[in-house]
C-alpha cells in the first residue's frame, strides 16, 4: 500500500522561505504521479504544483509561479516544494497528493491517496 507523508511546515514571516518534503512508501515510485495542493480556511483545496516525469518539467499555479519550485527524487521516493517570497495568502495546510499514472492533473479529484497535510502561516 502507498503512503505519503508530508513534512517541513511551520510559521514565517512575510518574505520568509520554507521547504516542504513528502516522503512516499511502497514500490513502483516511479509510476505514479505527485502533486502539491493546500487548502486554506474556509476554502477549497485547490493545486500548488506538479513535476512531470515524462518531460521532466514542473508546472505550477499562477499564483505561486516564480515563487515555488518543486522537485522531485525518484531514488529518494520524495517530492519537495521550496517555497520563497512567502505572502499571508499562502497560509494554509499544504497536502502531498498521489496519482496513478505519469500525467499532471491539477484536479484533486484525480489523486487517490494523501498525506496528512503540513500547516503553513505566513504572519504579515
Known amino acids: 500500500q502507498v503512503q505519503v507523508v508530508e513534512s517541513g511546515g511551520g510559521l514565517v514571516q512575510a518574505g520568509g522561505s520554507l521547504r516542504l518534503s513528502c516522503a512516499a512508501s511502497?514500490?513502483?515510485?516511479?509510476?505514479?504521479?505527485l502533486a502539491w495542493f493546500r487548502q486554506a480556511p474556509g476554502k477549497e483545496r485547490e493545486f500548488v504544483a506538479a513535476f512531470n516525469q515524462t518531460s521532466g518539467r514542473p508546472y505550477y499555479a499562477d499564483s505561486v509561479k516564480g515563487r515555488f519550485t518543486i522537485s522531485r527524487d525518484n531514488a529518494k521516493k520524495t517530492l519537495s516544494l521550496q517555497m520563497n517570497s512567502l505572502n499571508p495568502g499562502d497560509t494554509a495546510v499544504y497536502y502531498c497528493?498521489?496519482?496513478?499514472?505519469?500525467?499532471?492533473?491539477?484536479?484533486?479529484?484525480?489523486?487517490?491517496?494523501w498525506g496528512q497535510g503540513t500547516q503553513v502561516t505566513v504572519s504579515s
Open positions: 497528493g498521489l496519482k496513478w499514472g505519469l500525467r499532471i492533473g491539477v484536479s484533486r479529484g484525480l489523486y487517490s491517496v
Open positions: 511502497g514500490s513502483m515510485f516511479s509510476s505514479y504521479s
